[in-house]
């Protein structure tokens, strides 16, 4: 029994980093613009189609793509804010919204239009197998992938509190005019945190194509669920993000073995809604 | 309360006019149904419109109460018999309670907030329906066929008394919608939208006017719900309670003109015929191009025309005017 | 006589061309409407079952020497070789436009049946509105039981419903025990959670029981998920003999990964549908190989079924791939419809339902491996379809069930993943 509880935990873990990743360039976004970016999964999408045509047309390894996905959707996240959403900034809220569910409906559908609607899946790269650990089975691509969760988390940390462009992004964040009046050019900072923003769910897409499989809806469920993280985390919070996704994963997990499987994403839902009952601004949100 | 003016009481009355003779002059069974769809996707617009265009409470959970809509008057109808017109009360009465149930401990959250959270809230009520065997889980509920009568609300024949139906139910959600709007609850609820300090500072009672707005707004909801499973006879969660339906009722709210009494049902009307004549013409073809042209006109729109749709009348009328 | 001799050649030109048109106008075509859901999240089935349409439809129009209906002759032959040409909606999956193209095909586009939807609840709504207009349906795709259990004049169905397959699965599992002499007690049912699984689950349930077998595990769970490692998890406490997994292809391609990770390795793995669409063995490649589908049709049958060989090469040429589970099952439904209306030697609604009563297709005559089609008068299902049993092995399917038709010996029990590359 312990044994199973252990090996859930484990799982739980490793699909809970994956979360984190998602969450983190999610939560950037949000953080600095007030924007929900409804395309985020379709970012991750872009991600995971991009290292599966390096690895299917090169033979490149989804790890060494991943500095390939992060400049590609970078640019792509530049492109985006510079030519659509940075044009609705100062619109109400509604059109903020809503400008980027068009967005994701464009983009899956042109992933369709290119790439058909068939699933894929990276099945031979060298992170291949499953670890055994005292009797738990570790996934190696997952294990990798949520090492890489971590190490990508602590780099955004470090470059948001030691770099001079992070520390002005930090204080957009916190308060837009004063930003403004101290000389920082938030207009830079939006389209840059949104490159940011959107190079690390890049990076998320392709650490999940080792061992996900990839198609154009492939991003719905992932961006819905990193609402719910980001959300619980608290608008804005790299931690709080970071954390949250680690709940999420582990409530995943533990709800659906202990309780019933069928339930575990309501599970999920229930646990964000009894928090921010109590807490509205979130785990870590101010 | 403001009088009509000439102008608009003609207007209103040609179109209502042109609408009640239009079934008549065009008998293209298919433009009937889509006809009936943007009217139904109207109506959800202007409820989702007096919580979210008035109130400002972004509701992206709006499904589920359309969904308790359709199962609540399908299960009375199956299991007990009961009408459906008494299953449309039934559903909205248990529709506007669910949403107060929600809707108060959610009091305190606002904007994004609110908008995750009733996302949440709307994926809970699916995945709750989708395992809830007394109302057959997933297998859904399919409604007997019987004679077409407006008491059995089941029309085999002609899709006529569907139309002019789901006509007066829209014409209903907007008189409700316009009294809303013009009455003090309105200014109560615009005040609400603005800030709930400012709301406060007024005396206004926060807490008791969202509620009010968001149960009106399910009741609504859930009236259109129930006309659904009478249309289609069939419902299951995957069909009335998925999260792209709530989210297509923003879309239409905000592309027509959020805050407007007439804004969602220009959404609809320009949103639903896009989304059907392009998956006429091309879905079958199977490459996501009817798609791919509706991501990029709401893109266009929500760039070019960020106040929606009526907000492009209202500025041609003004400058008329000026 | 001059002028009257020009003038009688002119009569017979005129004559000429007036039959000539007429011919040309009794050549007419046949619409038949076809839902299938060609966008959205499961249009990479809907396409694969528009190839079998489609070829079915080549093979009625033109001239080909297959043993199946009407493929000898050019068209409808009893219709003045009349020519059958199906006109695609797309359904994005939704019960509401299953309902709303079938009106508008039938009222816009005049086609005078229907075949397709794919997914059960669209065909329900589908057909909800032919049996309204009382045009026939006939459904060689959807697979809930309920389909036929509504009493329908005008619905029609080719293919096995999940509670034969569900039923198909139990007596496999019987004739391993007394044949081979391998010892099942205890199954797991694991099912997606729509209307699809849910209802293979039920019956799954209700025949294990019957049968004799413990159910120790009874998992439903979303197709759409990010992670299923806590349903393996429950999997694997209940150490059952046997898992019985009704799904779509996306959680097909999850579980065999998440098995594979896991260690979850019982005695036998008995699945249904997701596991045969063409994407899953491009995708998990070997992982696929021992796990036993439910199927009703394989490439293999054509050692005993040389059509199957000839339907196939027709549709390698066509398509450039072998012809799929999926493309196969929708394949038969043009002919079913092509051959009651040519014998009906009108499209009139009444007289075609009068045919499609009287079908009688030969076993020979089909690509499956049936005695044939026939339809039961009161639920309208063909009484002969039967589902048989294939297995991967060396990332190929295979017939091992039942015996008297396998091509190959069943692999049993399911080797552990260790080992497995």
């Known amino acids: ?286 | 309360m403001k009088k009509f003016t000439t102008k608009q009481i003609s207007v209103t009355g040609i179109t209502l006019l042109v609408l009640l003779l239009f079934p008549l002059v065009i008998t293209q069974t298919y433009i009937i149904h889509v006809m009936i769809l943007v009217f139904m996707f109207g109506m959800l617009g202007v409820a989702w419109n007096i919580m979210g265009g008035y109130a400002g409470m972004f509701s992206f959970g709006q499904a589920a109460f359309f969904g308790i809509g359709a199962y609540t008057s399908s299960f009375l109808v199956v299991t007990f018999h009961v009408n459906p017109w008494i299953g449309l009360i039934a559903g909205g009465v248990v529709a506007a309670v669910m949403a107060a149930a929600i809707g108060y401990p959610c009091s305190n959250l606002r904007g994004h907030y609110f908008a995750i959270a009733t996302i949440a809230f709307g994926e809970i009520v699916r995945i709750f329906f989708n395992n809830w065997k007394l109302v057959n889980a997933a297998e859904g509920i399919t409604l007997p066929m019987v004679n077409e009568s407006f008491t059995n609300f089941m029309f085999h024949s002609s899709k006529l008394p569907y139309y002019y139906i789901i006509l007066s139910f829209l014409l209903i959600a907007l008189v409700i919608c316009y009294f809303v709007a013009h009455s003090k609850m309105g200014y109560y609820f615009r005040a609400i939208k603005e800030s709930h300090d400012v709301a406060r500072a007024l005396g206004v009672n926060v807490v008791w006017y969202r509620l009010i707005a968001i149960m009106i707004s399910a009741f609504l909801s859930a009236m259109a719900g129930t006309f659904y499973a009478q249309y289609i006879l069939y419902i299951d969660p995957e069909s009335v309670m998925l999260l792209a339906i709530s989210i297509q009722l923003v879309l239409i709210s905000m592309l027509g003109g959020a805050g407007t009494v007439m804004g969602p049902v220009i959404g609809a009307a320009i949103l639903i015929p896009i989304a059907e004549f392009t998956r006429i013409w091309l879905g079958h073809k199977g490459t996501g191009v009817d798609m791919l042209i509706y991501g990029f006109l709401i893109t266009l729109i929500s760039v070019y025309q960020p106040q929606g749709i009526w907000g492009l009348f209202a500025n041609i009328g003004k400058k008329k005017n000026g | 006589m001059g002028k009257n001799l020009w003038w009688r050649m002119g009569l017979c030109l005129f004559l000429l061309f007036t039959f000539s048109f007429s011919a040309q106008a009794q050549q007419k075509i046949i619409k038949i409407g076809a839902v299938y859901p060609l966008t959205g999240n499961i249009a990479s089935t809907g396409l694969d079952c528009k190839r079998g349409v489609d070829l079915a439809v080549d093979i009625i129009n033109g001239k080909y020497d297959l043993d199946l209906p009407l493929a000898k002759s050019e068209g409808l032959p009893n219709l003045g070789g009349a020519k059958l040409q199906i006109v695609y909606a797309d359904t994005k999956g939704d019960p509401k436009n299953g309902m709303s193209e079938a009106e508008r095909l039938i009222a816009q586009e005049e086609v005078v049946a229907m075949i397709g939807a794919y997914q059960s609840s669209v065909t329900k709504t589908a057909s909800q509105a032919t049996e309204r207009l009382k045009i026939p349906y006939v459904c060689s795709d959807s697979s809930s039981p309920t389909l036929t259990e509504r009493g329908y004049k005008y619905f029609f169905r080719v293919s096995p419903h999940d509670a034969i397959f569900a039923h198909d699965q139990l007596v496999f599992l019987k004739d391993l025990e007394k044949s081979k002499g391998k010892k099942v007690q205890t199954v797991a049912l694991l099912y997606e959670n729509t209307e699809f699984g849910s209802n293979a689950g039920k019956y799954l349930k209700k025949y294990a029981e019957e049968f004799g077998y413990k159910v120790v595990a009874d998992v439903s769970y979303s197709a759409n998920a990010t992670d299923v490692t806590s349903e393996v998890g429950t999997l694997i406490k209940s150490k059952p003999d046997v898992l019985m997994h009704a799904s779509y292809i996306t959680d097909a391609i999850l579980f065999t990964k998440t098995f594979k990770e896991m260690g979850f390795a019982p005695k036998g793995i008995l699945t249904m549908a997701g596991y045969i669409e063409p994407g899953y063995l491009p995708a998990v490649k070997a992982d696929g190989n021992n796990i036993i589908i439910r199927s009703t049709f394989a490439l293999d049958l054509a050692k005993k079924k040389p059509l199957v060989a000839k339907v196939n090469e027709l549709f390698k040429k066509k398509y450039g791939i072998d012809m799929s589970e999926n493309a196969a099952r929708s394949f038969m439904a043009p002919f079913v419809l092509a051959d009651a209306i040519n014998r009906a030697k009108t499209t009139e609604s009444e007289a075609v339902i009068k045919a499609l009563l009287e079908t009688d297709i030969a076993g020979k005559q089909v690509i499956y491996p049936w005695k044939g089609i026939k339809f039961d008068p009161q639920s309208h299902q063909n009484v002969y379809a039967q589902g048989t049993l294939v297995q991967i092995q060396n990332q190929d399917y295979v017939t091992i069930w039942p015996f008297a038709s396998a091509a190959k010996d069943v692999v049993w029990p399911f080797p552990s993943w260790k080992g497995r590359k």
């Open chain 1, 1 to 286: 029994m312990p044994e199973q509880l252990l090996q859930q935990i484990v799982n739980g873990l490793m699909i809970g980093f994956m979360y984190s990743l998602v969450a983190i360039g999610l939560t950037l976004i949000w953080g600095v613009m007030n924007i929900v970016n409804f395309a985020h999964g379709d970012f991750l999408m872009i991600g995971m189609f991009t290292s599966f045509w390096l690895f299917t047309i090169f033979g490149l390894d989804p790890l060494f793509s991943i500095p390939i996905c992060f400049l590609l959707l970078f640019i792509l996240g530049i492109a985006i804010y510079r030519f659509i959403v940075s044009k609705v900034m100062k619109g109400p809220m509604l059109a903020q919204l809503v400008v980027t569910f068009g967005i994701s409906i464009f983009l899956s559908n042109l992933a369709v239009y290119f790439w058909t609607p068939d699933f894929r899946l990276i099945s031979t790269t060298f992170l291949q197998g499953t670890w055994d650990v005292g009797g738990i089975n570790i996934s190696v691509p997952k294990a990798i992938a949520s090492i890489g969760s971590v190490i990508t988390s602590i780099c955004l940390f470090l470059f948001m509190k030691k770099t001079k462009t992070g520390k002005a992004i930090l204080a957009t964040e916190m308060n837009r005019e004063s930003a403004l009046l101290m000389g920082i050019n938030t207009e830079r900072i939006n389209s840059l945190s949104f490159g940011i923003g959107a190079a690390l769910v890049g990076v998320a897409g392709a650490f999940l194509s080792t061992y996900y499989y990839i198609y154009p809806q492939v991003g719905g469920l992932f961006g819905t669920i990193a609402f719910a993280v980001v959300a619980l985390g608290g608008f804005g919070s790299i931690e709080g993000a970071f954390i949250a996704g680690i709940l999420v994963g582990l409530a995943q997990t533990l709800g659906g073995f202990y309780f019933d499987p069928s339930y575990k994403y309501a599970i999920v839902f229930m646990i964000y809604l009894i928090t921010i009952w109590i807490r509205p601004q979130g785990l870590l949100g101010w």
